[in-house]
């Protein structure tokens, strides 16, 4: 269900503004401060009520205002869903579905499932392994029902085991209750990620081999690590580590340590490939992920595409364009220059053009093909 209205009130520069979008692909101009990120950053916190840009509320919301709403329709054939979040620069704030209050944000990100391309998405292989986590974290969520409650009891079960050894007394039996909560559902947390894992892998290939890197097929390689030693049970694992859990008052092994590499032969790919590079196999991951969730799912995500220009080159964005048509997907792109995306989408793309000045959102080339962007 793609998005056929968007209003944003409040938000960082955008002070009021709205946009029709195409059910396919949304270019969004303007130069550098203008707030054509700020719309990326809107429908991202209409579907995750939470930035991609920043962990605080406070530069969200616009200076001078005590918060930030998004409203947003969905509309397939004659179904319509309204979606609603307001942030508070106190912390609190208001999640709704088709007027109906909701407790959690997953309930957005199931009817807005959203891939997001930054400047910095080569992070993903360069930082840490949460947002590796994160990343396969994804698309179990939208693929497996018992999922989320599943991790929701073992983060529940791991923070109080890990308090008992930070600062706990320790009582055997109490943390012999947490143990088999978490003995419990690691297992099957790792066997959906495992069966996720597998999906996926032969589709990133396929797409990394289409955007021409550089490198031996062959030899590029995505592989999991479940977060233990696979040769052992995790009740096994937690009893050999106790006495190095309770020194460092954490809980070293588990589904918390899971972690996703990427290899060029017997190298890490971030030892191996420019900062380019890096990103183009992150944006093969994103184009992976969402194709299997179109397959498993019959459903397509939106993807928010920022800077497209920045650290690709113009085959590389080529290629990339031409995948997410393939997807027949509702894009949102930003970029400082038209000019950078000219030819760039099949000629039967239904696209629209928004301009985004001082705040201010103004549409214009409406329903533009492919071809004719280039002229």
């Known amino acids: 269900m793609p998005l056929s209205r968007i209003r ?53 919301i616009r200076n001078g205002e005590r918060d930030c709403v998004v409203f947003g329709e969905l509309t397939q054939n004659q179904s319509i869903h309204r979606l609603g979040v307001k942030r508070s620069i106190d912390g609190s704030g208001e999640l709704r579905i088709d007027g109906a209050p909701q407790r959690a944000a997953s309930s957005l990100a199931e009817l807005l499932p959203l891939q997001l ?47 008992l050894l ?28 495992q069966a996720y894992f597998k999906q996926l892998a032969p589709l990133f290939r396929e797409i990394a081999q ?27 694992v937690l009893e ?4 190095r859990d309770l020194k460092s008052g954490y809980t070293h092994m588990g589904p918390h340590r899971s972690d996703l590499y990427i290899r060029v032969g017997r190298s890490n790919a971030i030892d191996r490939l420019s900062r380019g590079q890096q990103k183009v196999l992150v944006c ?5 992920q ?42 949102f792109v930003t970029c400082i220059e ?4 000219a030819g760039m989408w099949p000629d039967d793309a239904r696209i629209k053009v928004f301009h985004v000045e001082h705040g201010n959102i103004s549409e214009s080339n409406q329903h533009k093909t492919g071809s004719q962007q280039e002229s």
């Not at 991790?151 to 923070?159: D, T, V």
């Not at 030899?219 to 690590?225: K, V």
């Not at 038209?338 to 995306?341: C, E, M, P, V």
Request: proline fraction near 3%; charged fraction near 25%.
């Open 8 to 60: 944003v009130n409040q938000l960082r520069n955008l002070q009021e503004a709205q946009l029709s979008p195409s059910p396919r692909v949304n270019i969004i101009t303007g130069q550098n401060g203008s707030g054509k990120t700020s719309v990326l950053e809107a429908i991202h916190l209409l579907g995750l009520a939470r930035s991609f840009r920043s962990t605080k509320l406070k530069p969200i």
């Open 117 to 163: 391309i930054t400047p910095d998405s080569f992070m993903l292989l360069t930082g840490g392994p949460k947002p590796r986590r994160q990343f396969i974290d994804w698309g179990v969520f939208h693929v497996e029902h018992r999922f989320i409650s599943l991790w929701k009891h073992f983060q529940g079960a791991l923070k109080q085991r890990n308090h």
């Open 166 to 193: 930070r600062y706990g007394k320790i009582d055997s039996s109490v943390l012999s209750v947490w143990d088999a909560e978490l003995c419990k559902n690691a297992p099957l947390l790792d066997e959906m990620r």
């Open 210 to 236: 289409r955007f021409d890197l550089g490198v031996d097929e062959q030899e590029l390689t995505l592989l999991y690590h479940r977060g233990w030693d696979s040769k052992a049970s995790y009740e096994e």
């Open 240 to 243: 050999k580590n106790y006495e």
């Open 284 to 288: 093969a991951l994103k184009l992976a």
């Open 290 to 331: 969402a194709r299997l969730f179109q397959q498993l799912m019959e459903r397509a995500t939106v993807f928010l595409v920022d800077d497209l220009a920045a650290e690709l080159d113009k085959h590389h964005r080529q290629v990339l364009c031409d995948e997410l048509a393939k997807l027949d997907c509702q894009v």
């Open 338 to 341: 038209q000019s950078s995306l």
